[in-house]
């Protein structure tokens, strides 16, 4: 089950997009063109929601399969201090790549527990701009807490 939640997550940041992309074409070359005609006016609407704090569902956050992924490699969050919820802050990750499994892990999921750590305080990752722009795809990764970097 560990092995499969992280080429779940894997899969998600190699070749899902591609398949939204895809997904949506399809269905505006099909007969129900008017849902992707609908969820382009929603995109429209919608665009400015990855740079301006985004859409988080704590019901992705909070996914069995997260539970998996951080025992597969094995991620934790260790506290060091309290922090005032009523102010920013900036966590910084290294090492970074185009994958970082563990800054995902602890800020994208809730698989190490970051709010019971942290009350108080909302983590987002940052991600390419681009990413938001592809149909369904921006919606996914949103849920777990991404943002443009822009």
Avoid at 31 to 54: F, H, M, N, Q
Avoid at 101 to 106: L, S
């Amino acid at each position: 089950l560990q092995t499969a939640a992280v080429l779940q997550w894997v899969f998600s940041f190699l070749v899902l997009a591609q398949f939204c992309l895809a997904a949506f074409v399809l269905l505006a070359l099909s007969d129900w063109w008017i849902v992707a005609l609908l969820y382009a006016g929603w995109l429209w609407l919608d665009w400015d929601t990855p740079t301006s704090g985004g859409r988080r569902s704590q019901w992705v956050r909070n996914w069995t399969v997260w539970g998996y992924f951080r025992d597969y490699f094995p991620l934790t969050l260790i506290k060091t201090v309290d922090l005032d919820p009523k102010k920013n802050y900036i966590f910084g990750f290294h090492p970074h790549g185009v994958l970082v499994a563990g800054a995902f892990g602890n800020f994208c999921t809730e698989a190490t527990g970051f709010s019971g750590l942290f009350p108080g305080l909302r983590s987002h990752l940052l991600m390419l701009p681009f990413w938001f722009r592809v149909p369904f795809f921006r919606d996914y990764i949103m849920c777990g807490g991404l943002v443009s970097s822009r």
